[in-house]
């Protein structure tokens, strides 16, 4: 039932789930004598907390901070850390139900979470950030460990904020251990876990298209967003002999015909924090589009004609127009860097073009995949080389396609990876939960 707007986001991601597992259901009824559904969909437990903090100026701020712990029968609760202005309670409960299936993909031991705060980043000092991430994890490190929580970085949060939450966790608990992943080099992060999410969903396009006889080098593609998933999806497809032509944040998109210069993108984004408008500047022949001239009900990165498609940047950016344009000016892949970026009815009318869709919980899911693989590095005190991590990146990422596609093909709709991804994760953890008895 819709019976909370506030919580709209958490129901297009049930509804999603549960039609999908409509066929799973009717082939194996003992999975409703065991409520699994009913038990799934509740959170096993969630945390809402208050965080005070005081600005530059000596003016004290209140936000609102959240962790929901949805299910552990795979393991630990795993998932990342949203500080966006635009973050609720509702917003938490459907990445973190959205995270159970994903981590179950990735065939780690891995539980479902997400938390964050409604705190807006943007225009903070170095200081105030620090001070708003020390503030956050005074309340969280009673609820997180090493076993039994472990967040990590989403919108909002990166490198920088987990440094000032790891230090904080540290000095509260006297404890240096893997309680967050995401973490500088030199004190216990995974070489190659930053690029992880953007080149993991390069790699499951790169899968899709075997699967059809077709590669992505030559390819114009679309990316959206500017921030971590962006930047290396841009930079994966530029390696591969793709030309990523967009990138787009909050204020307006980049369309650069000749491809995305990605050391500048990086200078402005990952070490200026600025502006996009910039990028023009330097660039001539690319030419900036704002917000306020975005195409009624659609988004202008997905009106540039392209192949294939990389929604990088948040939930619902990509709509049932986008999707029309789209399909009528050639794209035939889609694999999606952010959670659910598409709208319910995008992914119907791609699901119903027979296009290469690849459903953020599956494609995205190198991210989190690569986090538990820096927890088991902490655990072993090791560090492993770039090539081990990325060698096991693109081997998980063709294991969750081939789940997906196999599952989808046993259920017999082949080809439809949201209907392979939903029920090849929601079995694995519905059978976790059945072994370890009612709870
Ligand atoms: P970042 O904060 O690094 O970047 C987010 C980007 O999206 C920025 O360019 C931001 O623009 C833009 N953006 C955010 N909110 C909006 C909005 N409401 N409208 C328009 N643009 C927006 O985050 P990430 O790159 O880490 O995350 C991007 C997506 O990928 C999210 O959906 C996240 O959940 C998902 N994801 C991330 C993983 C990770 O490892 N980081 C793992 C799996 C999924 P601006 O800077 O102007 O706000």
């Not at 309340?139 to 967040?151: A, K």
Request: with cysteine; net charge negative; glycine share 12%.
């Amino acid at each position: 039932q819709h019976s909370s707007p506030a919580q709209a986001e958490f129901y297009q991601a049930a509804e999603e789930v549960l039609e999908c597992l409509r066929p799973l259901f009717e082939r194996y009824p003992h999975y409703h004598d065991h409520a699994i559904i009913e038990r799934i969909v509740e959170p096993e437990r969630q945390v809402f907390f208050r965080i005070s903090w005081t600005d530059d100026a000596g003016k004290v701020h209140v936000n609102k901070g959240f962790r929901v712990q949805f299910n552990s029968a795979l393991g630990p609760y795993k998932g990342g850390l949203r500080f966006h202005p635009s973050v609720t309670a509702g917003t938490i409960k459907f990445l973190g139900f959205e995270q159970i299936f994903k981590n179950s993909l990735t065939g780690l031991a891995i539980g479902g979470g997400k938390g964050g705060a409604d705190f807006d980043p943007k225009g903070k000092s170095d200081a105030e950030i620090m001070r708003f991430c020390q503030a956050f994890m005074t309340e969280l490190h009673r609820h997180i460990g090493p076993t039994s929580d472990v967040p990590a970085g989403d919108i909002g949060v990166g490198g920088r904020e987990i440094g000032y939450l790891f230090g904080q966790y540290k000095r509260l608990t006297g404890r240096y251990e893997g309680v967050l992943t995401g973490k500088g080099l030199c004190w216990g992060g995974s070489l190659g876990r930053k690029e992880a999410t953007g080149y993991g969903a390069v790699y499951f396009a790169q899968n899709m298209l075997a699967d059809r006889g077709d590669t992505l080098e030559g390819k114009t593609c679309l990316v959206s967003g500017a921030g971590n998933v962006a930047i290396y999806t841009i930079e994966k497809l530029l390696e591969l002999g793709a030309r990523p032509v967009t990138c787009s944040d909050s204020q307006g998109m980049i369309h650069d015909p000749e491809g995305i210069d990605i050391a500048l993108l990086k200078e402005l984004k990952e070490r200026r924090r600025g502006s996009l408008e910039e990028y023009v500047g330097q660039r001539p022949q690319a030419r900036y589009i704002p917000v306020r001239d975005y195409p009624m009900n659609g988004h202008s990165v997905w009106h540039i004609k392209a192949e294939a498609a990389f929604p990088c940047a948040t939930q619902n950016e990509l709509t049932l127009e986008d999707a029309e344009v789209m399909l009528a000016q050639g794209v035939r892949c889609v694999s999606e860097g952010a959670n659910m970026p598409s709208t319910k009815e995008a992914v119907e009318l791609f699901l119903e073009a027979g296009i290469a869709y690849g459903p953020g919980k599956a494609a995205n899911a190198g991210g989190v995949a690569t986090s538990q693989l820096e927890m088991a590095q902490n655990s072993a005190m090791e560090q492993w080389p770039l090539e081990k991590v990325d060698e096991k990146l693109q081997r998980i990422m063709a294991d969750i396609y081939r789940q997906c596609a196999e599952t989808a093909a046993e259920f017999g709709d082949p080809g439809n990876l949201v209907l392979g991804a939903n029920i090849a994760g929601f079995r694995k953890v519905a059978d976790a939960m059945i072994d370890q008895g009612v709870m």
